[in-house]
Structure formats: structure tokens, C-alpha cells
């Protein structure tokens, strides 16, 4: 039988199922909403004829805004949902969300766009716009293509797969409760 490994980062131990489900689907609407704010907002800008006042600065409020205004549009759907759910639905679906393969490399994706994204959007747009306008967009910007590719690898054909759930012996101390 092969055993889960320790977990890696304290943060990760969760009090509650309903945390780690509205957490998980909070980060996957900050990526939705960075990757399709700025798109939105070129269209609206290129639509309404004032291209002219077109900034970097706006740009990258614009890519920061999405991001969160979507994940806290998801946390609130999800909290709503969990609210109707019973406890074996939730703790279904956190064993699902935890084993997901897609998940691990939809984090993986974001978090490696995000630091490329803190590191070159300011190294390019040096004086166009504010030291926190440049970090938090380009953080933003980065996570947002990031979960692109990673959805985009998913729809050409490249899915992430599933593992396979670990068999954990019942004499495992972390099955005892505390």
C-alpha cells in the first residue's frame, strides 16, 4: 500500500471541507477573470471610439480588477453552493479536487506566469505607470496567461490525466484523531 506523503506547507492543512472548495474555486475565478479582463477590455475601449486614452497604467488595473472581482464573484457562488450541500457531497468533491491532476498543473501554470509576470512587466514598462500598478497587474497578467496555457494545452489535446487515490492503512497516524 503506498502512503501520502507529509504536507509540504502548514497552510495546506484546512480546518473545513467548505474552506478548501470555496479557496480552490476562488483561485480558478482569479484566473478565468485575469485571462479574460484584458481581451474585454479592448474591445470595449476599441468599440467606444477612444482609443486615444488608451494607458498601461489602466491596462494593468484593468487585468488586477478582473482578477479579483471574479474570484470574489466565485467564492460567493461557491459559498452559496456549498451552503445547500451535505457533508459526504463535500468531502467527495475535496477528494476530487485534491487529486486532480488539471488543478496541480492549472496552479503550476498560474504561479509560473505570475513570477514571470512580476519580473517583466515592470522590466518593460518601467515609467509607464506606478511600482504597485506594475507588480500587481504583471503578477495578474502572468497568472492569467498561465491558466490560458494550461486550458489551452487541455482543448489541443494534451490533458493533464488523473492520479490514481492512495490506499492509506487505518494503523497510518495520520488517520488517528486528535
Known amino acids: 500500500m503506498s502512503q501520502l506523503p507529509p504536507s ?3 497552510s495546506e492543512t484546512w480546518k473545513s471541507d467548505a474552506s ?6 476562488m483561485k480558478s475565478s482569479f484566473g478565468f477573470g485575469a485571462a479574460l479582463g484584458v481581451p474585454l477590455y479592448f ?3 476599441v468599440s467606444s471610439k477612444r482609443f486615444k486614452i488608451f494607458s498601461v ?4 488595473n484593468v487585468s488586477t480588477l478582473s482578477g479579483l472581482g471574479a474570484a470574489g464573484a466565485g467564492g460567493a457562488w461557491e459559498y452559496s453552493r456549498i451552503a445547500m450541500s451535505d457533508a459526504a457531497t463535500l468531502k467527495k468533491r ?3 479536487l485534491r487529486s486532480s491532476v488539471s488543478k496541480r498543473r492549472e496552479d503550476d501554470f498560474g504561479t509560473i506566469g ?10 518593460v514598462f518601467w515609467t509607464r505607470a ?4 506594475l507588480t500587481l497587474g504583471g503578477g495578474t497578467l502572468g497568472y492569467g496567461g498561465g491558466f490560458l496555457t494550461h486550458h489551452l494545452q487541455t482543448w489541443s489535446g ?10 492509506i492503512s487505518p494503523d497510518d497516524p495520520r488517520m488517528r484523531r486528535r
Do not use: H, S
Not at 505570475?114 to 522590466?123: F, R
Not at 494534451?158 to 490506499?167: D, L, R, S, V
Open 130 to 133: 506606478g511600482l504597485l500598478d
Open 94 to 96: 475535496r477528494l476530487e
Open 158 to 167: 494534451n490533458p493533464a490525466g488523473k492520479i490514481p487515490e492512495p490506499e
Open 43 to 45: 474591445t470595449l475601449l
Open 114 to 123: 505570475a513570477i514571470l509576470g512580476v519580473c517583466l512587466v515592470p522590466a
Open 57 to 60: 497604467e489602466r491596462l494593468l
Open 8 to 10: 509540504l506547507f502548514p
Open 20 to 25: 478548501y472548495i470555496t479557496a480552490r474555486t
